[in-house]
Every structure is written in structure tokens, then in C-alpha cells.
């Protein structure tokens, strides 16, 4: 077989197995789907064929979350830079949320990385790959900093504790959407795009919230 032609097969056959396993995966969990589930569902007559490609499960895991992340990252950049310099909390905030519900609604129905990257959230083992490959990328740090320009007096404590609110969100309500559409039951919102721009306020709302101080921060 030609190189060419050999090369072409591989890459088709790691883009069904990466298909199979986000699938799987997503409706699953993450532990609950073998190796010769994900080969099978991928057209592969060979179970071995998942770890020749992809190794471990975590490396499948981190495979898939790269393949998103790179296209969500390159969006969130480009808003980033439409934004330099802001002060509207909303705009920091749409720069969080827009990048990945506008790749949620891009590829049409039904996908299923918001489900899948729930799954991956719940598992501790697991987080680990999402917080690498976007929690950790250049863009969040930059809308952390744009965060805490536009939230001077939040206290610290609060600034952390909002923002694992928002990450709970941020998390859980594509992924319900997600769900809902590819069940074909009613969503809030008619789009990626509406649902996105319902977040932000939601979001809006939990950094501008009243802070009440504690019985512990009075003593």
C-alpha cells in the first residue's frame, strides 16, 4: 500500500474511533465503555485497534478534548483580541461562554462533547485533561485577569467561590442542552447562539450578586 494511502486509512480510522468513543463516552461515562466497545461502534473489526492508535484511555480522553479545544481556543482568541481593554464584565464573560456553544452549534445535530465533557468533569482521574487543555489555556488566564479588573472589591474567597459556580454552568447547562436537542425535547432557548447569550446574564448575575458577610468573617 501506497504511503499516502496508508496514512489516509490511519487517519480516518483514528478519526471513527475518536467518532465512537466521544459518543460512547458521553452516554456512558468515561469507565463504563472497554476498548472493544469503542473498536466495535468505530467499524473495527480488530479490538486492539483502539490502543495502537490512542494508548491509554486517558491519552483517547485527551485526544478528543484536543480536537475541540483547539477550535474553541482559536474563536476565544479572536474575541479576546476584539475585547483588549474592556471593562464590561459582559464582554469578559461572552468571551468564556461564546467559543464553545458557537462549536456546539456549528456541526449540527446531535453532537456530543458538552455530554462527554461532563462526564469527563465528574471524574477526578479525569478533570485533570480538561483543566490542561482549556482551563489552562493562555485565553482563560487572560479572562481570569479581565475578571478580576472588572470585580475589584470581590473578595478573594468569593472570586473563587463564584468562579466555581460558573465553571458548574459552564459545564452543566450545554450539557443538558445538548441532551435535550439530541432527544428532540423543548429547549429555553432556539439556539447555540440564544442559549449562549441566556448564560452570559445568568453569569452577569452571579459575579454582580450582593455579597452578605459570614458569621465567620465577622469573628
Same mark, same amino acid.
Given at each position: ?5 496508508? !496514512? ?31 473498536? @466495535? ?65 456549528? #456541526?449540527? !445535530? #446531535? ?21 490542561? @487543555? ?50 428532540? !425535547? ?34
Amino acid at each position: 500500500m501506497p504511503a499516502r494511502a496508508r !496514512t489516509d486509512r490511519n487517519e480516518a480510522t483514528r478519526t471513527s474511533i475518536l467518532d465512537a468513543a466521544e459518543r460512547l463516552f458521553a452516554e456512558h461515562g468515561v469507565h463504563e465503555v472497554s476498548n472493544r466497545q469503542v473498536a @466495535e461502534a468505530a467499524g473495527q473489526g480488530n479490538t486492539a485497534v483502539v490502543g495502537y492508535h490512542f494508548g491509554s484511555k486517558h491519552d483517547l480522553v485527551r485526544a478528543i478534548v484536543r480536537r475541540h479545544s483547539e477550535d474553541i481556543e482559536r474563536s476565544r482568541e479572536q474575541m479576546l483580541a476584539r475585547i483588549e481593554g474592556s471593562d464590561d464584565l459582559r464582554d469578559w464573560l461572552a468571551c468564556l461562554v461564546r467559543p464553545t456553544f458557537d462549536h456546539l452549534g456549528a #456541526p449540527g !445535530t #446531535p453532537t456530543w462533547y458538552a455530554r462527554f465533557g461532563a462526564q469527563v468533569m465528574s471524574d477526578p482521574a479525569l478533570r485533570a485533561i480538561i483543566v490542561d @487543555e482549556h482551563l489552562g489555556s493562555p485565553g482563560l488566564m487572560r479572562i481570569l485577569d479581565g475578571l478580576h479588573a472588572c470585580l475589584p472589591s470581590l473578595p478573594p474567597a468569593v472570586f473563587r467561590e463564584r468562579g466555581d459556580i460558573a465553571r458548574s454552568l459552564l459545564v452543566d447547562v450545554p450539557a443538558e442542552r445538548e441532551r435535550a436537542v439530541a432527544e428532540g !425535547t423543548p429547549t429555553a432557548r432556539a439556539t447555540w447562539a440564544d442559549a449562549a447569550t441566556g448564560l452570559v446574564d445568568v453569569l452577569v448575575g452571579v459575579w454582580l450578586a450582593p455579597v452578605t458577610a459570614t458569621d465567620q468573617e465577622h469573628a
